[in-house]
């Protein structure tokens, strides 16, 4: 007798695996599938539940299990006999999820699971050889003299980001908190592309993205999109302007 007292996963076989009609002889032993469950398991066995017809000859009886945290599984008691023989043999038990078992979320891999923000202290998350995001961007040129100039020139990295790593970064910019359908941005007297605090990124994205400098707007230290903005925008309407617009400034505020 084979027994499994646990299964993470799967189902008992499909009906079509099956035989037709359970046999009869071993349909009816049900009181032996129940005695080897109860070895097995314990208390923790309850009613039985059904009778399933695996093969010619073989079928598996089910009791319900009342385990605590299995809730829906059921003990599965396999038995067999050989042809034209009355004695029954237990085959296999085990535990097995019936079809409104409480069941694990199913497995997800690390890699696929990871989200921004899980990062922690001391944790290791190079990027991946063929990373889409990156493509390769310099090798090294064995001579010294060119080898400072490209340190100098900011090729001293061995891959860049690719198109599709820079698209990638600035359609979630955009959309982001950084981006101007915000309501700090819709609320703005200026955009931040005008404003004195904005400092452009280097290379492609200067054009669209800038890092805010100004300690007072939500945004100090942070990316924001040329045409975000924030009430700290350096050219800011003035104070008589925002008491005709029924606002005040945030700095005379309580
Ligand atoms: S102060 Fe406001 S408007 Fe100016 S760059 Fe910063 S976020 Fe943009």
Known sequence: MTVSTAVSS????????????PDSVCSAAVELARATAVDVAGDVVGEHVGVLAEGERLVTHLFESRQAGYRGWRWA?????????KVVTVCEVCLLPGPDALLAPEWVPWSERLRPGDLGVGD?????????????AYVLA?????????GEIGLGRPRVMSRVGRLDLAERWYVGDGGPDTPMARQAPGVCGGCAFWLPLAGALAAMFGVCGNEFAP??????????GCGAHSEGVAAELLAVAGAEPAADRD
Do not use: I, K, W
């Open 77 to 85: 008691v396999t038995v067999a006999r050989v042809p034209r023989a």
């Open 219 to 228: 945004r100090d230290g942070m990316v924001v999109a040329a045409d975000y």
């Open 124 to 136: 290791l998350l190079p990027a991946a050889a063929d990373d889409e995001r990156l493509v390769p």
């Open 10 to 21: 799967g189902a008992l076989r499909t009906p079509s695996a099956r035989a037709a009609r």
């Open 142 to 150: 064995d001579d010294p003299a060119v080898e400072q100039v490209a």
